[in-house]
């Protein structure tokens, strides 16, 4: 039996327009929020400082909570692992943008040291969590994770 919804669909067409039309509207939209970056060269660099910092505060996220003994050992590793392969595709579109300046040679730089040190804290991390003797502590790694995050956030916004 069709849901009433789905009867007034039929009935009426102008509804399927509008909702064709909302629809429309939410795609419209959510392409133009990311349009608040630069294009070219620093924009790919951006996007990449964005994507990276996402990828290491859920990262943090999942440090916390397994030292927390709110998760798994096994579910804070794969948020981890997800963390450093986001990382290190970050990594990969910064180091094959294009680069007309000296300037924009320089931001590359200084964001993949960056992701490079992103990926080293990741790697402690995974380590810490599977219990490698020697690994950084929990609360260093939070720290480090915190203060990558920062960075990668603000050069994603643009400070370089």
């Known amino acids: 039996?069709?849901?009433?919804?789905a009867v007034q669909l039929r009935r009426f067409p102008v509804l399927r327009w509008r909702r064709g039309v909302v629809a429309g509207l939410v795609a419209v939209s959510l392409s133009c929020g990311c349009?608040?970056?630069p294009g070219g060269t620093e924009g790919?660099?951006?996007?990449a400082a964005a994507d990276a910092a996402s990828a290491t505060a859920s990262a943090r996220l999942g440090l916390s909570l397994v030292s927390a003994h709110r998760t798994t050992g096994n579910h804070a590793e794969v948020v981890l692992?997800?963390?450093?392969?986001?990382?290190?595709?970050?990594?990969?579109?910064?180091?094959?943008?294009?680069?007309s300046s000296q300037d924009e040679s320089g931001h590359q730089d200084v964001?993949?040291?960056y992701l490079d040190d992103a990926a080293s804290v990741l790697g402690e991390a995974?380590?810490?969590?599977?219990?490698?003797p020697g690994s950084p502590d929990a609360a260093s790694?939070?720290?480090?994770?915190?203060?990558?995050?920062?960075?990668?956030?603000?050069?994603?916004?643009?400070?370089r």
Do not use: I, K, Q, W
């Open 81 to 99: 692992d997800d963390a450093l392969e986001s990382v290190l595709t970050s990594y990969s579109a910064a180091a094959t943008a294009e680069t």
């Open 44 to 47: 790919d660099l951006s996007r």
């Open 111 to 113: 964001l993949l040291g």
């Open 1 to 5: 039996m069709p849901t009433n919804a």
């Open 141 to 159: 790694l939070d720290e480090e994770l915190g203060r990558l995050t920062d960075t990668l956030s603000a050069f994603g916004e643009g400070a």
């Open 35 to 37: 349009s608040g970056l």
């Open 126 to 132: 995974r380590g810490h969590v599977a219990g490698v």
